[in-house]
């Protein structure tokens, strides 16, 4: 009897076995995100949190693979699973985690910015640093900075977001302002007052010259409003 359990311990210990390393876990995860992050390059690293030392199976032969409909984040914190299989068949699955680090050009302030006061190209400047841990609405192209003005108070050297920005009215409180009032069959122009701030497809209060009632009317352009009349 005891022979008989040696000699099945031996075969045990004879039959083919192989130990996946840490390094091909890495290796396949790092693929998979590079092939789905469009990104410019050194801008995106992953950095491994929680990958076993090595896994064990009982066969020589096999493939590592993450499965196509596992979606990786832009950034921060994210589980992989790595799927083992032998054959074509799946033998183990194992999870790892990854920090998904970010580097960009982001726009920062170069002055103190009032409410109000309206962007200039000087007013930032482009630096590279980690996104990583920063909310998703960055201002990442100076373009992005156009005809736009402060929402409220802004630090020198501060990320500028594009929550802290907005678009310059067209039309500002006060303003005098062309009235376009148009029926099926003519155009007329008048002269008018703004009473309200609005952008261009926005509807704002207004006055005509010389007249107390107050109109409502949709800026088309720079100080320029429009009344159809049907």
Known sequence: MVNWLIIGCLFLLSGERSAISRDEFRQVITQYVGARLDSAANEVT???????????????????????????????????????????KLVKTVVCSVMIRRFEDVC??????????N??????????????NLEDDVVVSPVSIVST???????????????????IP???????VVVI???RNLSIAAAGTARQ????????????????????????GKQTVEIVVR
């Open 108 to 117: 920062v302030t170069t002055r103190d910015l009032g409410k109000n006061d």
């Open 181 to 183: 009032v148009r029926t």
């Open 46 to 88: 992953v950095e491994f949190r929680s990958v076993p030392e090595s896994v064990v199976i009982e066969q020589s032969e096999y493939s590592l693979s993450v499965p196509s409909t596992v979606t990786v984040p832009r950034k921060g914190y994210a589980g992989f699973p790595v799927e083992v299989r032998v054959d074509g």
């Open 149 to 167: 003005r402060a929402k409220r108070m802004v630090k020198a050297n501060t990320v500028l977001k594009n929550s802290m920005i907005e678009e």
């Open 170 to 176: 067209a039309v500002n409180f006060n303003d005098n």
């Open 119 to 132: 962007l200039q190209p000087t007013d930032i400047k482009v630096q590279r640093m980690e996104t990583t």
């Open 197 to 220: 701030e609005g952008r261009i497809g926005e509807e704002v209060r207004i006055q005509r010259e010389g007249s107390r009632e107050f109109l409502t009317a949709k800026v088309i």
